[in-house]
């Protein structure tokens, strides 16, 4: 194994999640620029004495520094970076709705720096935007697309041909659209050609587009999370609910 990997010194990262580990101490999942998500152990964290205690919080930007040859590394160092605003309300369920979502769907040890860089800006769109929608349509594509999987919004997959914004297609999971026709719309995923092209250039303006890219989205993640339903989905319903 190398130096590199045993060793890594003031690393950009973000905490996804933490959860105590013995009486002291926490086991810390992390998204860093670099290496991107691993698992670090933060010993003594939960001590009143700890340099680390308050600073290992969602959200906002760290400089760490770790070590260890183990699949859980263990933490040497952590820096506040500043310049993040802490997100609130229905932003800061959307903030762990990202965080849940890279838990979920990405590997250990495997470096997504582009990804990295647009969860830095959905959180920092996230603290200042009123519509969230958005945001979270941007972030969903783009990590689908690191995971190898990105979307086909701009042609018909089986005919090649462009897609018209008045026609109708039916969007076939690890395919693509596709022109509508009689029984051939599988688990409802039927769109407006608009709504692709909407997809595909960020255009959330429209109605249609805001509710079909939704269901489209939804589904398509449900078909690589598997049966495990994510958490922040039905706290954010019931947020919106109340």
């Not at 003031?10 to 999640?17: D, G, I, N, P």
């Not at 462009?162 to 995923?189: D, H, M, W």
């Not at 993640?221 to 947020?239: A, I, M, W």
């Amino acid at each position: 194994m190398s130096v590199d990997k045993q060793r890594q010194e003031a690393q950009l990262a973000f905490v996804l999640h933490s959860y105590p580990y013995l009486e002291t101490s926490l086991i810390v999942e992390v998204f860093t620029q670099n290496s991107g998500r691993i698992a670090v152990i933060a010993k003594g964290a939960k001590r009143p004495t700890s340099a680390l205690r308050g600073l290992l919080r969602a959200f906002q930007p760290l400089l760490l520094s770790w070590g260890g040859k183990s699949e859980l590394r263990t933490l040497h160092k952590a820096e506040w970076q500043g310049g993040q605003l802490p997100l609130q309300g229905t932003a800061l369920i959307c903030g762990f709705y990202l965080n849940e979502l890279l838990i979920r769907l990405l590997h250990r040890n495997d470096p997504h720096e582009r990804l990295f860089a647009c969860y830095q800006e959905a959180l920092s769109d996230l603290s200042t935007a009123s519509d969230y929608i958005p945001i979270l349509r941007r972030f969903e594509q783009r990590l689908l697309q690191e995971m190898g999987y990105a979307l086909t919004l701009d042609h018909d997959v089986s005919s090649g041909k462009v897609i018209k914004p008045n026609q109708t297609y039916c969007y076939e999971i690890e395919r693509g659209p596709v022109a509508a026709s009689n029984g051939n719309c599988l688990f409802n995923l039927q769109l407006s050609g608009k709504t692709l092209l909407d997809m595909s250039q960020g255009d959330y303006s429209a109605s249609l587009t805001r509710l079909q890219s939704r269901i489209l989205m939804r589904a398509l993640l449900n078909h690589y999370l598997g049966d495990k339903p994510l958490h922040t989905r039905q706290l954010l319903k019931e947020f919106q609910q109340l």
